[in-house]
C-alpha cells in the first residue's frame, strides 16, 4: 500500500494542487517545494488534459497553459523522478481516464510506481467503472482514491467501504472554483463515511480562504484547495513560489 496514510498523522493534512506545467516545470518544481516546506502534508499534481470536464476555468486555463507550453506525461513522468530526491510527502496524480488509456494504463500505472507517485484521482471515472484501471493499481501498489459528491446519496457508504488512500469528498455541485460559501450539508456525508471506512477523508473544491479550510477540516481530516494555488500562479508567474508558500503556510496556520 502507499505512503498516502502518513500525510494525516501530524493532525489534519493541507493538500494543495498545482497543475504541471503551469507556467513551466522549473516553477512547478519551486511551487512544490514552497508548498511542502510551508506545511503542505500532500501534494496533488495535475497532469494536464484538453478537455478538463471537472474544472471550472482557472484550472482549465492552467491546463491551456501547460500544453501550449510543451508539456507531456512523459516530461511530467521525469519531473516527478527529480522532485522524489528530496521531495519525501505523499504524492498523487489527478488527472482523466483518457490521458491514462491513451498512455497505455500499464505502462502508465507502472511509471507511477517507478517515480514514487503514490495515488491516482479521476475525477471522469465512475465509481462503477473503477474495475478498468483497479487491477493494475492493486498491481503497482498504487492507491485509486474514490470521489464523493453531494450527489452520491445512498452511493457514499459503498464508495467509502472500498475507499482507498483517502477519500476525497467534493464540497458543492459543479466544477472546481473559489466560492464564497459552501452550503453542502458536508457533516451528514462524513458521519457515512466515518461509519463505513477508517480511510481519512479531505473536502475539496471551492475552499480559498484559511476560514473555509478550518471549517472544512474541522468537519474532515483534511483540506485540499486548488483554484486558490493556481490564480497565485497565474498572477505571478515564474514568481509564483515565494507567494505558494506564504499562502500554505497561512492555511496550515489555521487548521492546526
Known amino acids: 500500500m502507499s505512503n498516502i496514510k502518513s500525510a494525516f498523522n501530524n493532525g489534519k493534512a493541507f493538500i494543495p494542487f498545482i497543475t504541471c506545467g503551469d507556467p513551466d516545470l522549473e516553477t512547478t518544481a519551486a511551487c512544490v517545494r514552497e508548498a511542502v516546506e510551508n506545511g503542505a502534508d500532500l501534494i496533488e499534481l495535475g497532469i494536464p488534459f484538453s478537455d478538463p470536464t471537472a474544472e471550472g476555468p482557472v484550472i482549465q486555463g492552467a491546463n491551456i497553459r501547460a500544453l501550449n507550453g510543451g508539456v507531456t506525461t512523459d516530461k511530467i513522468f521525469d519531473f516527478v523522478k527529480e522532485l522524489r530526491k528530496d521531495v519525501k510527502v505523499p504524492m498523487v496524480f489527478m488527472t482523466y481516464a483518457n490521458v491514462v488509456f491513451s498512455y497505455n494504463a500499464d505502462k502508465f500505472i507502472s511509471t507511477c510506481r517507478e517515480i514514487g507517485i503514490d495515488g491516482l484521482i479521476l475525477p471522469d471515472l465512475p465509481f462503477e467503472e473503477k474495475e478498468e484501471f483497479l487491477p493494475l493499481c492493486h498491481k503497482y501498489g498504487i ?4 470521489l464523493i459528491a453531494p450527489t452520491s446519496n445512498d452511493r457514499i457508504a459503498m464508495i467509502a467501504k472500498e475507499a482507498e488512500g483517502f477519500l476525497y469528498i467534493v464540497s458543492s455541485l459543479g466544477v472546481t472554483g473559489t466560492r464564497s460559501e459552501i452550503t453542502t450539508d458536508l457533516k451528514s456525508i462524513v458521519k457515512i463515511v466515518r461509519e463505513n471506512t477508517d480511510i481519512p477523508c ?46 500554505v503556510k497561512e492555511m496550515k496556520s489555521t487548521m492546526k
Do not use: C, R
Open 202 to 247: 479531505a473536502i475539496g473544491f471551492g475552499i480559498s480562504t484559511p476560514e473555509q479550510a478550518k471549517k472544512m477540516s474541522d468537519i474532515s481530516d483534511g483540506a485540499i484547495v486548488g483554484s486558490a494555488i493556481i490564480k497565485i500562479i497565474e498572477k505571478y508567474g515564474k514568481d509564483a513560489p515565494k507567494f505558494i508558500g506564504e499562502y
Open 143 to 146: 492507491d485509486l482514491i474514490s
